[in-house]
């Protein structure tokens, strides 16, 4: 595996547990708990910015807007 389809996996698997993160999230949102929405925001942004996506998501909002 080369040094870019190792980047590739590993920004894909940050995706898919970025999508589990956000829904677990949601989930505690309906049942009334609070958590960190601004460490979850800024964390995004940060690995938007990584990837340069300048588009970010609201908590919860699983959908792919990119």
């Given at each position: 595996?080369?040094?870019?389809q190792i980047?590739?996996?590993?920004?894909?698997?940050?995706?898919?547990?970025?999508?589990?993160?956000?829904?677990?999230?949601?989930?505690?949102?309906?049942?009334?708990?609070?958590?960190?929405?601004?460490?979850?925001?800024?964390?995004?942004?940060?690995?938007?910015?990584?990837?340069?996506?300048?588009?970010?998501?609201?908590?919860?909002?699983?959908?792919?807007?990119?």
């Amino acid at each position: 595996m080369s040094g870019f389809q190792i980047i590739e996996s590993l920004c894909a698997l940050a995706e898919e547990q970025n999508a589990i993160i956000r829904a677990m999230n949601l989930r505690l949102g309906e049942l009334g708990v609070a958590f960190g929405e601004d460490e979850l925001a800024a964390a995004d942004e940060h690995y938007r910015r990584l990837l340069g996506r300048e588009t970010s998501r609201k908590g919860g909002d699983t959908s792919d807007t990119d």
